[in-house]
């Protein structure tokens, strides 16, 4: 059985091999992990889909596209030969001269080359991903006293960054795939949709009740807090109801409008990089729904362990700035869509309150949130009476009865 690169995500066309958890010979069962790539989208570890004897045929280090074999599961009793260096592969090793390997496609490539001059492995014997291997190499880092923040302790780009024994005062950073498919991708938006920034300020003091009121109760079951996200991510999509133009995309010089709320969530990944998940459907579930798949994709982005469907079909986007105490963001469009928003800070401030008896000054917990939209699919006038929809959503709900799993 052939181990394919994976398609992880609709744009994606090609992932590099991080590290290989087996070696080259070794029985494998079903679901361990093989190995774990990364895309400009995500990255993740992929496990065997059945039990056999392993044989490597793309080094760590490689890029490949999508599609292309990366391994061999060997079924049906088939014998486990004498492990061998899992940076290299049994057909490179007769066919090509020392230093060079086979790509996919059976071609010499220096690539190989460029990798095996790297140390695939820190001081303590912790794998390494190409960008942190690139910088130990040129920066000529010593990683001995380092104490890695990643899974299983590895040493990531920002440990390296945040060392000040280990690191000169001046220094280049490349940028690692996840980067640079992220600036690709805001530099092409940027170009081709006009941006135009609305934002409007919210009176959350509704949603600060319920949530104050549920906050213990959620704790003991989910064994985290319970934040504003899945409120306003609830009220967004209320307001879609009303302005079905905001959760559309732009094909050619027609706007495809889409039956469901299918809601990306910006996900920073401890400042390496930004992935955007989907909930699908978002449009159907509950406010304690949505904060159950919030965690559930927060958590699985964090750790690798995104599948490609989780990446997929993204119709409107919510970008959270607020745990920093921002004020106001102006968002890049996620393309294809046509809007994104973002919430800020969220403070307490005096407001005032008019009611029937006269206007009365209060203390309310404020926020303002900021949508970018794309002026090819509509007006300032049709987003900024979506924006006033949303406001009126928020501070008008029993929350109470939505937050109900």
Known sequence: MKILMPQLGETVTEGTIVAWHRRDGDAVAADDVLFEIETDKVATEVPSPTAGVLRILVPAGETVAVGVALAEIEEQGAKASAPQDNMSTPSAAAATPAGLALNAQGENTPKARRWSSLPKRDSHGRPLSPAVRRIVREQ??????????????????????????????????????????????????????????????????????????????????????????????????????????????VEGESLHVHPHVNLAIAVDLAFEGLLAPVIHRADALSV????????????????????????????????????????????????????????????????????????????????????????????????????????????TTDWSKALAV
């Open 288 to 395: 304690g729904e949505l904060a159950v798949r919030l965690l559930d994709l927060t958590s699985r982005a964090r750790n690798g362990k995104l599948n490609p469907d989780d990446m997929k079909g993204g119709t409107y986007t919510l970008s959270n700035s607020g745990t920093f105490g921002t004020l106001i963001t102006a968002p890049i469009i996620n393309q294809p869509q046509v809007a994104i928003l973002s919430m800020d800070g969220i403070r307490k401030r005096p407001v005032v309150i008019e009611s029937a008896a006269g206007d009365a000054i209060a203390i309310r917990p404020v926020g303002i949130l900021a949508q970018s939209f794309d002026h090819r699919a509509m007006d300032g006038a049709y987003s900024a009476a979506y924006l006033a929809a949303l406001k009126r959503t928020i501070e």
């Open 140 to 249: 000529r880092i010593d990683t001995t006293g380092i104490a890695g923040t990643g899974r299983d302790g590895r040493v990531r780009k920002r440990d390296l960054l945040t060392t000040g024994a280990s690191v000169p005062t001046s220094h280049v950073v490349p940028f690692n795939r996840l980067r640079k498919r992220t600036a690709e991708h805001m530099v092409m938006s940027k170009a081709r949709s006009p941006h135009v920034l609305q934002a409007i300020e919210v009176d959350f003091q509704q949603v600060a009740a319920a949530r104050e009121s549920a906050q213990a109760s959620w704790r003991a079951r989910r064994g985290q807090g319970l934040s504003f996200l899945p409120f306003l991510a609830y009220a967004v999509c209320r307001a879609i109801k009303e302005f079905p133009i905001i959760n559309a995309s």
